[in-house]
Structure formats: C-alpha cells, structure tokens
Nanobody, 124 residues
C-alpha cells in the first residue's frame, strides 16, 4: 500500500512558479506510476502529468507542456511537479495519485491511491 501527501501549494501571480511535492510512504513506491491531477471548482478532475515507475517516461496534458515538469526520486519516495509560467486557468486543487502500472495511466479510475490535495491559486 502507498500513502501520498502533497505539499507546496500556494498563491502566486500569473507568470510565477511553484513546485509541488508528493511524498509517499510504503516500500512499493518504486513499483507505481505517479500522476498529478487537478480539479477546479465545478469541473471534473483533470489529468496534468504522469511519470512511470522508473522515471524514464513522462506524459503531459497539452495545456501544460513546456511549462510543467514532473520528476521523481525513488530513493526519497518523492515526486515533484515544477510549474512555471503559471496562468489563472491553472488554479485548482492539485492531487497526486499512484497506480501499480507499467505504463502511464491518464484517467482517475486507473489510480489506486490518492493524496488529500493542495490548493494552487494563480491571480491575474
């Protein structure tokens, strides 16, 4: 079993940067693909980025390509999401999620473990 805790959210102005962290407990972290999802008020949970269990493959939703970077350190049970050039439309609660998978799942139902979420607010 994997337990996930997000941190690093906050409020920034458009064009600013934030780094989100997802810290995991459990010895099986390295066997899980990890993703970030986000959910804005009144909207469905949206896939943002995923990284496979080795860290060798990444996938991003088009709207964040070139601005966000996902990375992981299996020795530290840590996944990070570096977010640059933030826009007001990036405002949401961000969740990290874990899936016991070889590839890069992109839908919420494919993920078994979820953190509690961290708020990101980008003002114009």
């Amino acid at each position: 079993q994997v337990q996930l805790v997000e941190s690093g959210g906050g409020s920034v102005q458009a064009g600013g940067s934030l780094t989100l962290s997802c810290t995991a407990s459990g010895r099986t972290f390295s066997t899980h693909a990890i993703a970030w999802f986000r959910q804005a008020p009144g909207k469905e949970r949206e896939f943002v980025a995923a990284i496979d269990r080795s860290g060798g493959h990444r996938y991003y939703v088009d709207s964040v390509k070139g601005r966000f970077t996902i990375s992981r350190d299996n020795a530290k049970n840590l996944v990070s999401l570096q977010m640059n050039s933030l826009k007001p439309e990036d405002t949401a609660v961000y969740y990290c999620a874990g899936a016991f998978a070889i590839g890069l799942p992109t839908t919420p139902r494919q993920y078994n473990y979820w953190g509690q979420g961290t708020q990101v607010t980008v003002s114009s």
